[in-house]
């Protein structure tokens, strides 16, 4: 049957009620798998491990002891906020391709769930800083 202007397309409709249906079915399992995330980030030196959780909570931070012999913690402060930052940015790596793995594309673009966004960004790029703030 011809498409007639102003009428929807049931076939398009009920496949995307169907895969709607399959996506709400499958929420606890997606949750339990975005629960499950972590993302590992090393300094480029290889002296510091960050591994943070779904939300970027840290969960572990090593560092390796060899760091002591030149102390400088401004060095130390730096490459342990770019190690952290890094294990983020996995983690919402991994996050991402849960959720791409749970809807199917047109569903994601209609929800406008597209978590690359969101998860990609960090607070640091987006906190007002007071000296930013001429409110």
Same mark, same amino acid.
């Given at each position: ?23 709400? @079915?499958? #929420?606890?399992?997606?949750? +339990? !798998?975005?629960? *499950? /995330? ?5 300094? &480029? $030196? ?39 930052? @890094?294990? #983020?940015?996995?983690?919402? +790596? !991994?996050?991402? *391709? /849960? ?5 199917? &594309? $047109? ?29």
């Amino acid at each position: 049957m011809a498409d007639v202007p102003g009428r929807p397309d049931w076939g398009v409709l009920r496949d995307m009620l169907s895969d709607l249906r399959k996506a709400t @079915a499958e #929420i606890p399992s997606t949750q +339990r !798998k975005m629960l *499950e /995330v972590t993302g590992t980030g090393r300094s &480029s $030196d290889g002296m510091i491990k960050a591994v943070v959780g779904p939300r970027g909570h840290l969960l572990e931070l090593d560092i390796d002891p060899r760091v002591l012999r030149n102390p400088n913690s401004k060095a130390l402060s730096a490459s342990i906020v770019q190690t952290v930052r @890094a294990a #983020i940015e996995d983690a919402g +790596r !991994k996050s991402t *391709e /849960v959720m791409n793995d749970s809807l199917p &594309s $047109d569903l994601r673009k209609l929800a406008g769930t597209d978590m690359r966004g969101f998860i990609g960004s960090h607070d640091a790029d987006v906190r007002i800083r007071p000296e930013d703030d001429n409110g």
